[in-house]
């Protein structure tokens, strides 16, 4: 039976090898850190007993029910509704926003008519196609709301002013004529019991599946196996030849108190001024347990340098053309597929990947059983 290396040990590299390892194949799963799950990975906190979220808080939701069955196979999901605060000038807000926060904001009594009729004698109508994150806001928010919970925030998460950044970034949230302050509209919605790496840890657990931590998977190291999954930086693999793809990244001050430090889950921080933008307590994360202590994580986002984890993917014009070039070098290389948002340097959602990384696994066995050659990418990254 051919030979498999999945190169990283997150959702991607473990959906792939979990399916492949199914289906007989012999896989190897690598990582350079000394844990499993990637940027999804859970611990216990030894001296709060709080689960934590490391690589800042994850919450699953997902409209796709084959993604939500498959899921629920290698854990319990606990019912879980983001609904996040925003702190701007000394106040509480309710994000998305919602009647709750219109309401809040203009000091009114609006129904959800008359707050879709005010909401549109706030609208920049000049605005006829927003291109940009700035023009998206003024068109459907205002300027009075952009600049209280949208344009400090976003300064501060990326570094660059709203005018510089894509439309794409805010269509992501939702603005509600009603009281739903559900973070997300998916039909799904939770947080695994025992964590995100228990789940991987048991995508893994398998007689044909090999797991090595603490190991970089080298270019020299693909002609040991038929095929590798690669779900690392693109650039990395082709040793940042062309340049390196700009990413954020990162930093958590964190912090541990006695009792409930803030009440709630997620608060934002819209304010320039203060220098992080969110807190969030982990424990809120997991309502079903009881900890007297808690741990918080103050974030503070800034430009990934060279031994800095990749958060979040930028793709201005500048990356997307370098893309393109390492797009081009990928396509020429042979027995390799390129995944995940690190391969394939896109932000996704658990929900993404892990369908994504489904996808990935039918179509090799389709081409192994049809002699076709398995593509460099299965979803078009440039898009
Ligand atoms: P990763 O998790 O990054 O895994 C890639 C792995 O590859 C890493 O562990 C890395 O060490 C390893 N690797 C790289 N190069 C090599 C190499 N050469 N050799 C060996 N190993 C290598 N999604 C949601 O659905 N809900 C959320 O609430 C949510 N919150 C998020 C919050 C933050 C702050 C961020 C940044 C992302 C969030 N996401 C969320 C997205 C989620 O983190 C991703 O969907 C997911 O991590 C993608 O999985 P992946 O396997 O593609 O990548
Ligand atoms: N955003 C903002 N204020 C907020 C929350 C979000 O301006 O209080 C902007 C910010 O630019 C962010 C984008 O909206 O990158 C998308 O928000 P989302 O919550 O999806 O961001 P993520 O989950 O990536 O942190």
Redesign the pocket.
């Known amino acids: 039976m051919k030979k498999i290396s999945c190169v990283g040990a997150g959702f991607t590299g473990a959906v792939i090898a979990n399916k492949l390892a199914n289906l007989g194949y012999q896989v190897t799963v690598f990582d350079t850190r000394n844990h499993l799950a990637g940027n999804c990975h859970t611990e216990r906190d030894s001296a709060t007993d709080v689960m934590v979220h490391v690589y800042g808080p994850h919450i699953f939701h997902t409209s796709n029910e084959i993604v939500w069955n498959y899921i629920q196979q290698f854990d319990e999901f606990m019912p879980f509704i983001n609904r ?1 605060k ?1 702190l701007y000038n000394e106040r509480v807000y309710s ?1 998305p926003i919602n009647l709750m926060t219109i309401n809040a904001f203009f000091g009114k009594t609006l129904s959800p008519k008359t707050a879709a009729e005010f909401m549109e004698t706030l609208g920049d109508k000049s605005i006829v196609d927003p291109q940009t ?1 700035e023009d998206q806001a003024l068109r459907f928010v205002g300027k009075d709301l952009y600049e209280a ?3 400090g ?2 300064q501060k ?2 570094g660059l002013h ?1 005018s510089e ?1 894509p439309a794409s ?2 269509k ?2 939702p603005v509600r004529f009603n009281y739903d302050d559900n ?1 997300y509209a998916s039909k799904f919605q939770g947080i695994p019991k025992n964590g995100y790496s228990y789940i991987v840890e048991k995508m893994l657990d398998h007689s044909n599946i090999t797991v090595r931590l603490n190991t970089p998977f080298k270019r020299e190291m693909a002609d040991s196996y038929d095929h590798v999954f690669y779900s690392g930086p693109i650039d990395a693999w082709f040793s940042y030849g062309e340049g390196r793809l700009g990413y954020r990244t990162l930093d958590f001050e964190v912090e541990r108190h006695e009792g409930d430090y803030q009440g709630n889950a997620v608060i ?1 921080y ?1 304010n320039e001024t203060v220098p992080y933008t969110r807190i969030s307590e982990h424990k809120h994360f997991a309502p079903w347990e009881q900890h007297e202590k808690t741990l918080i994580y103050k974030e503070y986002s800034r430009l990934c340098d060279e031994g800095d984890t990749p958060y ?1 993917p930028i793709r201005l014009v500048k990356d997307k053309s370098l893309l393109t070039r390492y797009v081009e070098l990928a396509k020429n290389e042979n027995n390799i597929t390129f995944v995940g948002r690190l391969g394939t340097y896109r ?1 996704l959602d658990m929900h993404v990947t892990i369908a994504e990384a489904m996808e990935v696994a039918e179509l090799y066995v389709n081409a192994q059983s049809n002699l076709l050659k398995m593509p460099a990418f299965v979803v078009d990254p440039l898009v």
Do not use: D, H, M, S
């Open positions: 996040v925003a994000l994150f919970f949208f344009k925030y976003t998460q990326w709203p950044l970034i805010l992501r949230l973070y934002n819209c979040y932000y």
